[in-house]
């Protein structure tokens, strides 16, 4: 290794000293890092359970880093005193061997480790030194670095938010005991054990802080979410149902207007047709009243949150009701339509009497006299239909007879 190369290799040790140093200084002035270490006037914390297991390794690894990484500064300065040694005029092999054997070689003596009895044999040693690279022991300094800033990140992350997350849920499950009230569904218990869950969790946040966290998002969360989802779906079923409900209440006004028009038709034919053999009776309004009665006894469930029961008698009393309807509505069509075919005849003739005004023939006397007898009938109470609408086809007969003008 030549003296440049030794110089280049020096400074890029220290710039990763100084990388590291900084590191280090950041995560030890984390006041989680020094609550959990009991440092810098913070009373040292009685972890247990999770917390215990995973951060009690990493403030160890912390200790050792901080250990080693005093050796490696100690090595570096070591290899760094000796270039400054060395004369810009001769340059010793052997120091600069020394130096590179330094930086590159097994040169930082670790820890001296006692061999049990057990492990020895007659002729091995009682304990062994372990020599490691600067690069080796950084890599593993790093390594261990990472594995303690996670470990306390988490736990910072857990006691920032831990009170705000649990106080968050036991206002959720007021607000979802609440909506449980309002649909008629009662004390749920599903809330009331979180509820427990989470008051027995708030005193292990100082000490366990991942075993809460863990708890909390792998038991508690889910449970309300699964209370929310169950009442949500029950809110949408209640909306739909007064969706069905409004739907049926529409149903049954067309229904009664529906009848009240038959009525009307039924009437108004009697009073001005003769013959009303094929005029229809409209729905008795006993069996619309009954209808009525009905919706408002499925309304009255609803309200007691018999959903399933509402759900199947709606659906029963929709088909009654469209049944209803579509036989109305015949009835309906069978009653105006007299009314309509005397409106259509007097229509036609007086079509037909333009027809006959245009070509000349207003005084015929034979196309005259037919339409006045055919007038005096339709405008005549009860209409004769059948006769009246065999007067206007004659007219028209005999207007189609006459195609050239007559004085």
């Known amino acids: 290794m030549t003296v440049e190369q030794i110089d280049q290799l020096l400074a890029d040790w220290k710039q990763k000293i100084d990388l590291a140093s900084q590191n280090l200084i950041d995560l030890h002035g984390l006041p989680t890092y020094q609550r959990l270490c009991g440092i810098s006037g913070f009373p040292p ?3 247990t359970g999770i917390t215990l297991a995973r951060v009690m390794p990493a403030l160890e690894a912390m200790n050792e880093l901080f250990q080693h990484f ?6 570096i300065n070591k290899a760094t005193e000796l270039r400054k040694q060395l004369s810009p005029l001769w340059v010793s092999e052997v120091k600069v061997k020394e130096i590179e054997q330094i930086l590159t070689g097994s040169s930082i003596q670790l820890a001296i480790v006692q061999i049990p009895l ?4 007659l002729l091995s040693v009682a304990q062994t030194a372990n020599a490691i690279a600067p690069r080796q022991l950084l890599a593993a300094m790093t390594s261990a670095f990472d594995v303690a800033k996670n470990a306390v990140l988490e736990v910072d992350a857990a006691w ?4 705000t997350d649990l106080a968050a849920s036991e206002a959720e499950i007021v607000s979802l005991q609440r909506l449980a009230d309002s649909l008629g569904q009662g004390y749920l218990s599903e809330l009331s054990a979180a509820r427990q869950k989470i008051n027995a969790l708030r005193d ?12 909390f998002d792998g038991e508690i969360k889910p449970l309300i979410l699964r209370v929310k989802a169950t009442l949500e779906e029950s809110v949408r079923q209640q909306n739909q149902m007064r969706e069905k409900f409004a739907c049926a209440h529409h149903l049954l006004s067309q229904l009664t207007e529906l009848s009240r ?7 108004e034919s009697r ?16 069996q619309i009243e009954a209808l009525s009665q009905w919706l408002t006894r499925l309304e009255t469930k609803f309200g007691e949150n018999i959903l399933n029961s509402i759900r199947i008698g709606l659906e029963n009393w929709t088909a009654k009701v469209k049944e209803y309807i579509a036989k109305e509505e015949r009835v309906y069509a069978a009653n105006k339509a007299p009314l309509e075919l005397r409106a259509e005849l007097r229509g036609r003739l007086d079509a037909l009497q333009a027809k006959a005004l245009a070509r000349g023939l207003a005084e015929n006397a034979t196309l005259s006299q037919l339409a006045e007898d055919a007038k005096r009938l339709l405008y005549t ?6 006769k009246a609408a065999e007067l206007v086809a004659q007219y028209e007969q005999e207007l189609n007879r006459k195609p050239y003008h007559q004085q």
């Open 261 to 267: 028009q038959a009525e009307t038709a039924l009437r």
């Open 45 to 47: 914390v009685q972890l």
């Open 160 to 163: 920032m938010h831990l009170e």
């Open 118 to 121: 057990a492990q020895r044999g």
């Open 381 to 386: 109470r009860p209409t004769p239909l059948d």
């Open 271 to 286: 009073e001005k047709i003769a013959d009303y053999s094929t005029l229809q009776t409209p729905l008795d309004p006993a």
């Open 204 to 215: 292990k946040i100082e000490s366990d802080p991942l075993g809460v966290s863990a708890n």
């Open 70 to 75: 005093d050796l490696l500064i100690k090595t």
